[in-house]
C-alpha cells in the first residue's frame, strides 16, 4: 500500500505506524463499528465472572425478553438492534457534552440476561440476577429491552442493592404502566409500576413520569395512581410549557425525599414518526432532540443508580430509525455521567483500549 495512502488511514484519532501489518494494524475497537461480535459500541464484552474482576464504572446489560406484550411483539430482538445500531467504533467525542465518554468511564458489556421463552416468571428471575451481578461490580446497569416488564426485575434489583438509601424514578412513556393486571396477568409490560410501588421498592410518590398520551389508562387507574401519590406529566403539559421546564420539575419530584434515581425509558415516548419500531406507538409524542436532552438533564442533576431503555421491536423499525434513537440514549446518558465525574474535578480513567 502506498505510504500517502495509508497515511490516510487509521483510527477515529491516531494513524498507524507506516509499514504496521496490515492484518493487526487496527485494534478490534477501532475496526468499522459492523465489523466483528456484536457489543455496545464494541465495547469489551465480559462475563459476570470477569465483570466481578474488572469493576467497571457502567455496564451494559440485554434483557430480551417480551412476553409481556399486549399488542405487536417482536422487542426481545430489541438488545441487538439497539448494539448495533451504530456508526461508530473506537473512542468518541460527544458534541453536546463537550467529552470523550470512554476516556472517563470504564464501560462494558455485560452481555444478555439468559432468558428463554415460554417462562415469564424465569426471565424475571435471570434478569433480576443478571442486574444484581453488574449492581455488585460496582457498575451502574443500563438495561436494553426487551418490553417494559424487565423495568420490575431491573429496577427491583437496584432498590435491593441500595440497603437503607431511597430510589427514585423518572420514567419516559406515553402509557403509564400501572395496570393492575393484564388479562388476568399480574406481569406483563402495562403493569411493572404498579408492581413495583406495591412492593415498596419505590414510594408512590418518588415515582414521576413524563410523556403521557393517548387513550389508557382509564379512570379508575388515574384514581389509583393519583391516591398512591404518583406524579404524572402528560403531553399536553409538554406542550404548553416545554420539555425542559417539565423535566425540571419531574427532577425535583423524584429527589424529593430519595438518594439516588433509576431512569427508565420506553422508546414510544417518541412520537411514532421518529420511533415507528415499538409495540404500541402512539402519536403526538417528543421529539428525538427532546428526549436526548432530557436525558442529559436528567443525569446531569441526579445520581444515576441504573437505567433502561425498552420496547424497541426491530421488526417495525424504519431504515434503524428506533434503534439508532434508543442507542443514543444509552449514549447521552454515558456522556452525562463523563460530564459529571469530569465537572467533579476527577480525572479521566484513560480505561479504553490504546490510550497511552
Known amino acids: 500500500m502506498p ?8 483510527t477515529n484519532d491516531d494513524n498507524p505506524p507506516i509499514g504496521a501489518d496490515p492484518y493487526t494494524e487496527f485494534l478490534s475497537h477501532d475496526l468499522p463499528a459492523y465489523v466483528g461480535l456484536p457489543s455496545f459500541q464494541k465495547l469489551p464484552l465480559l462475563d459476570d465472572a470477569a465483570l466481578a474482576g474488572q469493576r467497571p464504572d ?7 425478553y417480551d412476553e409481556g406484550t399486549s399488542h405487536r411483539p417482536g422487542a426481545r430482538f430489541g438488545p441487538n438492534a439497539i448494539r448495533a445500531a451504530t456508526y461508530h467504533s473506537g473512542s468518541v467525542n460527544s458534541l453536546q457534552m463537550s467529552i470523550q465518554p470512554f476516556e472517563w468511564l470504564d464501560v462494558v458489556d455485560a452481555g444478555d440476561a439468559p432468558v428463554v421463552p415460554t417462562n415469564p416468571d424465569r426471565a424475571h428471575e435471570v434478569i433480576g440476577r443478571k442486574v444484581a451481578a ?3 461490580s460496582g457498575a451502574i446497569p443500563i438495561v436494553l429491552g426487551g418490553d417494559h416488564s424487565v423495568t420490575l426485575p431491573a429496577a427491583s434489583a437496584v432498590a435491593a442493592h441500595l440497603g437503607g438509601r431511597s430510589l427514585g ?7 403509564a404502566d400501572t395496570a393492575a393486571t393484564t388479562w388476568g396477568s399480574l406481569r406483563s409490560h402495562g403493569t411493572p409500576m404498579r408492581r413495583l410501588i406495591e412492593s415498596g421498592a419505590v414510594a408512590g410518590r418518588n415515582f414521576v413520569q413524563v410523556g403521557l398520551r393517548g387513550y389508557w389508562p382509564p379512570p379508575e387507574t388515574l384514581e389509583w395512581m393519583e391516591a398512591n401519590g404518583l406524579r404524572s406529566h402528560f403531553m399536553t403539559e409538554i406542550e404548553t410549557r416545554g420539555a425542559e421546564a417539565v423535566v425540571a420539575d419531574a427532577i425535583a419530584e423524584a429527589l ?10 420506553d422508546i414510544d415516548v417518541l412520537d411514532p414518526g421518529m420511533a415507528p419500531g415499538t409495540g404500541t406507538p ?18 446531569m442533576a441526579v445520581e444515576l443508580a441504573g437505567m433502561d431503555v425498552v420496547e424497541v421491536s426491530p421488526a417495525y423499525d424504519v431504515a434503524e430509525i428506533t434503534a439508532a434513537a434508543a442507542n443514543r440514549c444509552v449514549m447521552e446518558a454515558l456522556s452525562s455521567l463523563a460530564a459529571r465525574r469530569r ?3 476527577q480525572v479521566p480513567r484513560k480505561s479504553w483500549p490504546g490510550l497511552e
Open 3 to 10: 505510504d500517502e495512502i495509508r497515511r490516510q488511514r487509521g
Open 343 to 345: 465537572d467533579a474535578g
Open 282 to 299: 402512539e402519536p403526538g409524542g417528543l421529539l428525538s432532540r427532546e428526549l436526548l436532552r432530557a436525558i442529559r438533564q436528567v443525569v
Open 256 to 265: 424529593d425525599g430519595p438518594d439516588v434515581v433509576y431512569l427508565s425509558v
Open 134 to 136: 453488574v449492581l455488585a
Open 58 to 64: 457502567v455496564a451494559i446489560v440485554g434483557a430480551p
Open 169 to 175: 424514578i423518572v420514567h419516559f412513556d406515553a402509557h
